[in-house]
């Protein structure tokens, strides 16, 4: 019988988008958000309209802060431990999740550290009351695991040797080398990294794909064979002039099937290793 109190989510929580995966499916809504003030026309019109009540404040998130707020912000910070990504893990709980939530949450490869994974675990873990479109609920994390950014992507399909994984964020492109021999899985660090500050939307008007794709490629080359196979990720990917660009420096580099989603679908398959359930 599926259990419908406890499970596990995943929540990737992007600068522009938080990706949502539970045993009952797929969920993507924009990470903006924005001070609620002293609206007077707002209408809840779209599934991913959120007017969000916590800790005494009052927010607009999801389609509702893209398109309809004076100060819509987006946190292109390094860390994960601020209030903006709080929100997007404890609304996607809210509408998806269950009274008692194990979750997988992201951070960058390189901010992949104690310090890093521990804050984030300290502020999420234990119960919390939101209200959300009017919804008071309250629910219990009762673990949080937190996974690397790009080298997730690895566990949709568990490629034999080295597989590469080339993941281009709207805040940070994270990069990762991955090797599985005889079935044992070795994340390999001195071949994996994140560049800060070179997100799609981070760059802001500075976004260039030649230049991109050139800084990228030129910088991985020297950690990288250009004959490997990389797998592309991210939102980067679905930009085909980037894509074609890349793949002037790394023939064999290739769209994964739903490069929006790739790092939360790996988590989720990572999440139910670790903890043992879905």
Known sequence: MKNDVTGL????????????VTRNGTEVFPSVKGIYGNRTL?????KYDFIVDYCGERFVLGSLAKFDCDYPIQLFSKSKQHDFFDLSVLTAIHQYGYSSNCIVVSVPVRMHTDEEKNGRIKRLKGSHTITVNGVMKTFLITDVKVSAESTTAYWIKQPKGESYYLDIGSRTVNYSKVINVDG?????????????????EALGEDFNTKALADYLCGQLLAKWNPDSKVYLLGGGAL?????????????????????????????????GIGYGMD
Do not use: W
Request: glycine share 8%; charged share 20%; proline share 1%.
């Open 239 to 271: 930009n085909a002039e980037l894509v074609n660009r890349i793949k002037y420096y790394f023939k064999n580099a290739e769209v994964m099937e739903n490069p929006l989603t790739a790092n939360a679908e790996g988590m989720y398959v990572l999440g």
């Open 9 to 20: 989510v995943v929540i990737d929580d992007g600068g522009s988008n938080t990706v949502v």
């Open 184 to 200: 044992h899985c070795r994340m390999i660090d001195t071949a994996s990294g994140t560049f800060f500050d070179k997100g799609l």
């Open 42 to 46: 707002t209408q809840v019109t779209s």
